[in-house]
């Protein structure tokens, strides 16, 4: 099945080449352009599928994600499950949840996100399900980029995983290159 997952985000041009700056600050020779993937609801739903089958039974209530790729992900695995969708918005060093969304004391979530890297992303969802008094029961992602599975301290799955390297600045290669940084999202803009 993870042959499939690969071949779902080359079919739509999501697995893009070059030197790119990641959220992280880190930079990488490959970039997994999710929307690409996540702008096709029929696409969607068969890999929110992949997460929502590995969970199934373990009694989810709630699924929560970080904005903005981990929204769409939260709403159709919790679609899928019959359960409730929360997202958690960026707000300083934190992600909280805003704008009424709440659970109840207890609940068991699952965190779901778009793409691995550092899992900085996800560390924050967990503080803030923590802080609202959510149980973590799994997290789940599209694709884990990672070298090491993360330790999240509740069961992991990833719909794939491709190892893709990379690199402080400091010490990048690409930039030693001379190769132009491009920082992914809405417009692909070269970093000066």
């Known amino acids: ?17 070059g030197h790119f700056l990641l959220t992280s600050g880190l930079h990488s020779p490959v970039y997994w352009e999710k929307f690409r993937v996540l702008q096709f609801p029929r696409l969607t739903e068969q890999l929110c599928g992949m997460i929502a089958e590995r969970f199934r039974k373990d009694n989810v209530q709630v699924v929560a994600g970080p904005t903005t790729g981990g929204v769409i992900l939260a709403h159709e695995v919790a679609r899928q499950l019959d359960v409730q969708s929360i997202y958690a918005e960026k707000e300083g060093n934190e992600r909280l949840f805003k704008r009424g969304l709440t659970i109840e004391p207890g609940a068991r979530v699952l965190v779901v996100d778009d793409v691995l890297t550092t899992g900085g992303s ?3 969802v967990l503080g803030a399900v923590d802080k609202i008094g959510g149980k973590v029961i799994g997290v789940a992602v599209l694709i884990d980029r990672t070298e090491q599975p993360p330790d999240f301290g509740a069961p992991f799955f990833a719909c794939h995983h491709a190892a893709t390297i990379t690199y402080q600045p400091a ?10 940084l491009v920082k992914p999202g809405s417009s692909q803009q070269p970093v000066k």
């Open 122 to 124: 996800i560390r924050e």
């Open 171 to 180: 010490i990048c290669p690409l930039c030693a290159a001379k190769l132009p």
């Open 1 to 17: 099945m993870t042959e499939n997952v690969e071949a779902i985000f080359e079919k739509v041009g999501a697995v893009l080449k």
